[in-house]
């Protein structure tokens, strides 16, 4: 479940139909592209049953960009799981210089997971990763990745980052993106899908025009030791809207749904406003 979050968020394959559907790419409105720092809240649902809280904000200046995220577990998850990870990435926008347009530098997750430490340090240097620290050692859960897999790579906030960009400058989606966290390798795609009148419901208040994505991710290495090769390494799809939740605000995910061997995954925003994210003491220090 953790990690089909971190899918959602990375490049957010069931199209969906129906009446109002449009062929045009979405306009941004006024004010959308971003212009300033943004942070969102975000809550998890499986069978109606809430599942995981996300919080997380996103800088993206002309030259520089930043994101952050808590995840959480909650609700039924957290009765039997206790989970927590703080996330951060901070980069360089480089149009000319990648394919995505931006470039990490530092990237660092920290948290517990069922009662486990964990942590991801990575720094980047000519596209290449290097992990500088990783807790649990990955030979204790996880095959290696091997260094040729992971030349050319980012993490998954800045493939996130990199959609969001693009849907402001363009309201378009498409693209794909090779991303590496440090433990695991894995393929990920994205097509626009036409937009999408959305309505307010109980799980969140945003109604408005949207611009519907569909995706898809695919492991290819850092395996669990125990999992079967074949199930893990299938593809994984599923729907994202992209919209701008207030005026003033730039176009963030606001809705996505997601494959998962538990089935449908949906992740829908609760809140957004300007500003960034409070992170916990060991994170607010930017290095």
């Known amino acids: 479940m953790r990690s089909i979050l971190l899918v959602s968020l990375s490049l ?8 109002g559907r449009a062929n045009t790419p979405l306009a941004s409105p006024a004010g959308a592209v971003m212009s300033g720092p943004v942070q969102a809240s975000y809550t998890a649902y499986w069978s109606g049953f809430t599942m995981m809280t996300l919080d997380a904000s996103i800088e993206l200046g002309p030259e520089a960009y930043r994101v952050a995220s808590t995840m959480r577990t909650a609700g039924l998850l957290s009765t039997f799981v206790r989970g927590e990870t703080t996330t951060v990435v901070e980069g360089r926008v480089q149009p000319a210089a990648t394919p995505l347009a931006l470039a990490p530098q530092r990237f660092s997750m920290e948290g517990r997971w069922r009662d486990t430490p964990r942590r991801v340090s990575m720094s980047w240097t000519g596209g290449q990763p290097e992990v500088l620290a990783l807790l649990p050692a990955n030979q204790d859960e996880r095959e290696p990745v091997p260094t040729e897999l992971q030349r050319g790579t980012v993490d998954t906030l800045t493939a996130l980052a990199a959609l969001v960009r693009q849907a402001a400058a363009t309201g378009r989606c498409d693209g794909s ?37 569909r995706f898809e991710g695919r492991q ?34 606001v809705r996505i749904e997601a494959d998962s061997n538990w089935g449908t995954v949906y992740l829908h925003m609760t809140r957004a406003a300007p500003g960034v994210l409070a992170l916990p003491a060991r994170q607010t220090e930017r290095r």
């Not at 957010?12 to 009446?19: H, R, T």
């Not at 109604?207 to 519907?212: D, E, K, V």
């Not at 090769?229 to 005026?247: C, L, Q």
């Open 220 to 253: 290819v290495a850092g395996f669990w030791k125990e999992a079967d090769r074949a199930e893990a390494s299938k593809p994984r799809g599923g729907t994202a809207w992209f919209a701008s939740p207030g005026a003033g605000l730039p176009i963030i995910p």
């Open 12 to 19: 957010i394959a069931l199209p969906l139909a129906g009446e």
């Open 177 to 213: 993106a090779q991303v590496f966290d440090g433990r695991r390798r894995s393929d990920f795609t994205a097509v626009t899908d036409g937009n999408e009148m959305l309505a307010a419901n109980r799980w969140s208040g945003f109604s408005g025009p949207a611009l519907r994505c």
